[in-house]
Nanobody
Framework: LQLVESGGGLVQTGGSLRLNCAAS????????IVWYRQAPGKGREEVIC?????????NLADSVKGRFTISRDTEKNTAYLQMNSLNPDDTAVYYC???????????????????WGQGTQVTVSP
């Protein structure tokens, strides 16, 4: 499985972005999908997870609950991260990741997740 993120960029506070995670080499429906982010000088942290069965886990609830959501388009073999009401604390490199074995109950630890994209930069200006 190969993953390629796109859709990042510069946005003002309060704005929205939709990140794309295009998959190739396998069918994304077979995978649990996780979005992570890494801010400058900080470790990689989970943003949101979508299980193979379609359940959404928000392990970063305090930061993104009600603002971010994850989805998957089977026909396009692509996953999405919709981000609304962005603020400067959301500035980070965002990574799409996937695994067939370890689902959302393990996704808070990136070491369990096998497949990763290269990341896309999101910058939110004040």
């Amino acid at each position: 499985l190969q993953l390629v993120e796109s859709g990042g960029g510069l946005v003002q506070t309060g704005g929205s972005l939709r990140l794309n995670c295009a998959a190739s080499g396998d069918t994304l429906d077979s995978y649990h999908i996780v979005w992570y982010r890494q801010a400058p000088g900080k470790g990689r942290e989970e943003v949101i997870c979508l299980s193979r069965s379609g359940e959404i886990s928000e392990n970063l609830a305090d930061s993104v609950k009600g603002r971010f959501t994850i989805s998957r388009d089977t026909e396009k073999n692509t996953a999405y991260l919709q981000m609304n009401s962005l603020n400067p604390d959301d500035t980070a490199v965002y990574y799409c990741a996937a695994d067939t074995v370890y689902g959302c109950e393990y996704s808070s630890d990136p070491r369990f997740i096998s497949y990763w994209g290269q990341g896309t930069q999101v910058t939110v200006s004040p």
